[in-house]
């Protein structure tokens, strides 16, 4: 069983030194490098991106690898002298023991990076589940991380669905759970894990908007906004899925759909924009969507249902880009995370409505703002309620030395993924008080809380 194997290999590897174990990173991260074509076709062929956007959601993963190569400075406690006469007091950031990570189908290399490589590297053992829809990426992530020199056991893969799911939230040799997922899925195993006493971190789902002021570079915003939005399908849980046109910024929706327009569907490993949706189902999930946000009133000033594909690939899980303008927050394009290529339009007359739209929806995952006043971007970054904010940037998901800060509706637990905060998550603190006093009282026991002098 994988949470025996686990448990027994993380008696060993515990004592592993922090040097030894950052050692091991080093040789994974040069491993991921040298196996990059392998690995972004095996995203490609399994989940649809296009081979550059595979590319990109390898190296993301490989940054926090090389992140947890620092481990010496991140996983360092602290110490004070003489908190009292004689006594010093200092602490440890121990690991937990046996941790476990569920992993989404939409970034099947990156996602598996952001949990394993930290969890091992704070001295845990790690069982990742991946996305039954696309495991390859991940079997051979952990393939080359035993190449690199992990011990068997130290990292376990597991497949399957809610079965393998409830044995992850139920497991007592499980110490943490790390989840990365839609909020019905995530929601549960925040519960259930909980509930048996485990740390859960969990990223969930979104609904992020991009503000765009008159005053915006208007090529790059619109070239920025039809890119995030579009890219990998609309399958990212920091998609621009609505942009809010302020004033005279409503005038570009005629060139928002032209740009999106452009882009071609089509197979990923051919010289496409972006590639197919995850399954069938997927599909029908956003036509149905259009159907419905077309009847409540919304107007669909580009329709990707039908794109063209190249020969020999009609049947495929397809859509093109799609605009949808006269959007409100009643609306099911509005309310559900599509997760395909749509681009909600909605306008306001004030920056600061544009803000209270976007705080009175639920998800806090991200947000950008296009302007080119420095004054109205602070105001935006200091008003706006969402974990992470773009100035001039699209999908503002930090680099590795900072965390994922998602908020509200989009996370559940209240330790980020990646950066310090995943030290935080894998590690618990140890803290120890010494006295030696070679002169100790010893002429009646002490029964009062001390007072230390």
């Not at 490098?33 to 062929?45: I, S």
Request: with cysteine; charged share 20%; glycine share 8%.
């Amino acid at each position: 069983m994988a949470a025996e194997s686990s448990a027994e290999a993380f008696k060993t590897w515990r004592k592993v030194t922090v040097p030894n174990r950052c050692r091991i990173m080093m040789r994974l991260a040069q491993l991921i490098r040298d196996n990059m074509e392998e690995l972004k076709m095996l995203v490609t062929t399994e989940q649809g991106k296009t081979l550059a956007d595979a590319e990109g959601d390898v190296f993301r993963g490989l940054e926090v690898v090389e992140h947890a190569c620092s481990m010496t400075s991140l996983q360092l406690g602290e110490t004070m002298e003489n908190v009292a006469a004689n006594m010093d007091t200092y602490t440890y950031r121990q690991p937990l023991g046996v941790t476990a990570g569920i992993t989404p189908f939409n970034f099947p290399a990156m996602i598996p990076l952001w949990m394993f490589p930290m969890a091992v590297t704070c001295g845990n053992t790690s069982i990742i589940k991946p996305s039954e829809k696309n495991p390859g990426a991940c079997m051979k992530l952990v393939e080359l991380a035993t190449e690199a020199g992990l011990p068997d056991g130290v990292v376990n893969v597991i497949h399957g669905a809610k079965e393998s799911v409830d044995f992850i939230c139920d497991a007592p040799e499980i110490r943490a759970i790390s989840f990365v997922g839609g909020n019905t899925a995530g929601e549960y195993i925040y519960a259930r894990g909980t509930g048996n006493g485990k740390r859960v971190q969990a990223n969930l789902g979104a609904k992020n908007h991009a503000v765009v002021m008159p005053d915006a570079d208007k090529q790059h915003t619109i070239n920025s906004l039809v890119g995030a939005a579009c890219g990998a399908a609309g399958q990212r849980c920091m998609a621009l899925s609505v942009a809010i046109l302020v004033g005279d910024a409503a005038n570009w929706l005629p060139d928002i759909v032209e740009a999106a327009r452009k882009l071609k569907v089509g197979p990923g490993t051919e010289k496409v924009d972006l590639g197919p949706l995850i399954t069938p189902a997927a599909k029908q999930r956003v036509h149905d969507i259009l159907d419905t946000s077309a009847a409540q009133g919304a107007k669909i000033d580009l329709d990707g249902r039908n794109p063209q594909v190249p020969a020999g690939y009609e049947k495929g899980n397809f859509v093109g880009p799609t605009v949808v303008s006269g959007v409100t927050p009643q609306m099911d394009c509005y309310s559900e995370e599509i997760f395909g290529p749509v681009l909600n339009v909605m306008t306001a007359p004030t920056m600061e409505e544009a803000v209270n739209i976007i705080n009175s929806n639920p998800y806090g995952n991200g947000t950008a703002i296009f302007t080119s006043n420095g004054a109205v971007a602070r105001k935006f970054q200091y008003e706006v309620d969402a974990g992470q904010v773009g100035i001039n940037t699209p999908i503002p998901v930090p680099l590795p030395m900072f965390s994922f800060t998602g908020s509200r509706k989009s996370i559940r637990g209240d330790i980020n993924f990646y950066g310090k905060q995943a030290v935080n998550f894998f590690t618990q603190i140890k803290t120890i008080t010494s006295n030696w006093n070679v002169a100790f009282a010893t002429n009646q026991a002490a029964v009062n809380m001390p007072i230390l002098k």
